[in-house]
């Protein structure tokens, strides 16, 4: 039953009206206090924030605020930053994205497999996700300086770099800072999920295989990756999310410089309102970006189901 | 061939654990490393002379503590709201069927799509009436929210974890469906709870952009917003941030180290339903 959830078709047919109405109330003195409150805090500023996306309103210039159109949103089709920070954006989540999944993947199936030590193994190597993410990027920005930290010239002796130099001050590399702080702190998550996902694979799947003389890829190929799958997509739908949606760490580490070089839309959201005090055009940024982000989910979703047939 | 590929596995795991704790390890070295030597030796491994003077100036003469205590208040205030409140939702969700249930399943995760830096500025002149700007009250409310949609959900996977019959059993007994979730359910949802707690308390210890822009009093600031005011001074001292940031670990990662066990194990149980 515990499928009932996901299939609206189970949930029309109750045996009587007056018994599912007071079903109903039920729930509802469940659900009312928390759902209240994500709607007051979350539903309502969202409201007023897309409405400024369609007004003039500069902090410093509180005389001429009023509603302009879609003013702001042209604006921005001819705002090379925009594009700039789109592009960031898209190359910033994309890394971070794709080397927490194939990194955390990895530590996934060696916490699978029981070994001496795990344990504290485990309680390690799950450390960086406890970090506070401001704290990892202070930290992070302190290892790419190779006047206080060894790791620019190992980075040089393994021909990463041509010389022990700050990557951060670097227009072509320094959004690879964060990336990298991104990454480090984010794969625990994918791992604490999959392995989850890879707990909850039946046990005796594998043994009916071994008796076929299925080999360990086959295995993986087969039963592991198919299982995976479902939990794969919806922790990759809410990392690329939250890691598009979150300027912390550039903040932090190069404040989308040099020459906003590693400029990302929420971080250029965030300097357009709070420095530029253009509360009308940041608004109208962020809001394109959230269309992109409901469009890519949905898209993920419907490959999800298409795949699931 | 056995003992080659034991060996490759041990070399990947260290590689993991070098990852993960080399940064840690470098924290604590630089709060470690006294100040004449911050430069001079600030490439070697391990500096020649170590001294606690940065963290016994952290600890009595800077405002840190303050800051330490208002992210504990913080930090433990949304913990709990958001656990009970995920606690509902989650049974909910878990236990009923009733009209627009995945219509709310769906406004939570669409939750999840908003970029947050859009909702500082209206989420400020919603507060600022009602005296919850510049509070820890308000931080305590923003990161509820914030972090509701996603807890609700781990709970609701732990409650699918639990038989339904056993609260239907205590129901034929005469219990009413409030007690039998209270006792018979929620002593079985202590695993839940705790991942719960742990996973909210170190989500609103990180929180940065929120307590940058809605405190504004020394006496209210958060750890984060301390330690980047640290930052903006000039003439940063780098051992005395340092030592403030080990410092900052230490709750999180304790918090996270005892719970991480039950998260996987939570996951675990609704997993493949998520």
Redesign the interface.
């Known amino acids: 039953m515990s499928v009932a959830a996901d299939s609206p078709a189970t949930s029309g047919r109750s045996p009587s009206r007056p018994r599912r109405r007071f079903a109903a109330a039920e729930a509802w003195f469940y659900l009312a206090p928390g759902i209240s409150i994500v709607a007051l805090v979350m539903l309502v500023p969202l409201a007023v924030g897309i409405s400024f996306s369609f007004q003039n309103y500069v902090i410093f210039r509180p005389m001429s605020r009023g509603w302009n159109g879609v003013e702001n949103y042209i604006d921005l089709w001819t705002d090379r930053t925009f594009w700039l920070a789109l592009a960031n954006t898209a190359r910033w989540t994309f890394w971070s994205v794709a080397f927490q999944l194939g990194l955390g993947l990895g530590l996934a199936l060696i916490l699978n497999k029981p070994f001496p030590g795990r344990a504290v193994f485990q309680s390690l190597v799950f450390l960086p996700w406890a970090v506070p993410t401001f704290l990892s990027g202070l930290n992070w920005q302190w290892l790419f300086n190779p006047i206080v930290s060894p790791l620019p010239a190992w980075l040089t002796a393994v021909g990463v770099l041509d010389a022990p130099r700050n990557i951060l001050s670097d227009p072509d590399l320094a959004l690879y800072g964060p990336i990298t702080a991104m990454i480090w702190w984010g794969v625990p998550f994918f791992a604490i999920t999959l392995l989850a996902a890879l707990r909850s694979i039946p046990q005796d799947l594998y043994e009916a295989a071994s008796i076929d003389g299925a080999s360990a890829w086959q295995s993986f190929r087969h039963i592991t990756v198919p299982f995976l799958m479902p939990m794969i997509t919806i922790t990759i739908l809410l990392r690329t999310v939250w890691v598009a949606n979150s300027p912390d760490l550039i903040f932090v580490m190069t404040e989308g410089g040099p020459a906003n070089s590693s400029q990302t839309l929420p971080n250029y959201v965030f300097t357009s309102a709070y420095k530029s005090m253009d509360f009308g055009y940041a608004s109208a940024l962020a809001t394109v970006l959230m269309v992109l982000l409901v469009m890519y989910s949905v898209l993920l979703l419907f490959i999800r189901g298409r795949l699931g047939q | 061939m056995k003992t080659m590929t034991g060996a490759a ?1 041990w070399l ?2 260290l590689a ?2 070098t ?3 080399f ?2 390890f ?2 604590i070295r ?1 709060s470690l490393t006294p100040d004449n030597l ?2 001079s030796e ?4 391990w500096p020649s002379s170590i001294t606690l003077a940065n963290f016994t100036y952290v600890i009595e003469e800077s405002p840190f503590p303050v800051f330490f205590g208002n992210t504990v208040i913080v930090s433990m205030g949304t913990a709990v709201a958001v656990t009970l ?2 606690a ?2 989650g ?4 236990r ?4 627009g ?2 219509a ?2 769906v406004f ?1 995760v ?14 400020y ?2 507060l600022a009436p009602i005296g919850l700007v510049n509070t820890r009250i308000g931080l305590i ?2 990161f ?3 972090n ?3 807890a ?1 959900f781990l709970m609701h996977s732990f409650y ?1 974890g639990i038989p ?1 019959e056993l609260e239907q059993a205590a129901m034929i007994d005469g219990c009413t ?1 409030f007690q039998a979730l209270i006792l018979i359910i929620l002593p079985l949802m202590l695993p839940g709870i705790g991942a719960t707690l742990g996973f909210v308390f ?1 989500a609103a ?2 929180e ?2 929120f307590s940058l ?1 809605l405190i504004t009093s020394e006496t209210k600031k958060t ?2 917003v301390g ?2 005011s640290f ?1 903006g001074k000039s003439g940063v001292d ?1 051992g005395q ?2 030592a403030a ?1 080990t410092l ?2 230490i709750p ?2 304790i ?3 005892l719970i ?1 066990k039950y ?12």
């Open positions: 596995l990947v795991r993991y654990l990852f993960a704790l940064p840690l470098w924290l630089i911050l430069y600030g490439t070697t491994i409140l995920a509902g939702i049974y909910a969700f878990s009923f069927e009733f009209a249930k995945r709310l399943m939570l669409i939750t999840q799509l908003f970029p947050l830096v859009m909702v500082i500025t209206p989420l002149q919603l409310v923003v509820t929210a914030f509701l949609p996603f609700a699918e339904r469906r170190t210890w990180s940065l952009l822009m750890f984060a330690l980047l930052v780098w941030m340092m940031a900052a670990l999180p990662a918090f996270f180290t991480q998260l996987v194990g939570g996951l675990t149980a609704g997993a493949v339903k998520a």
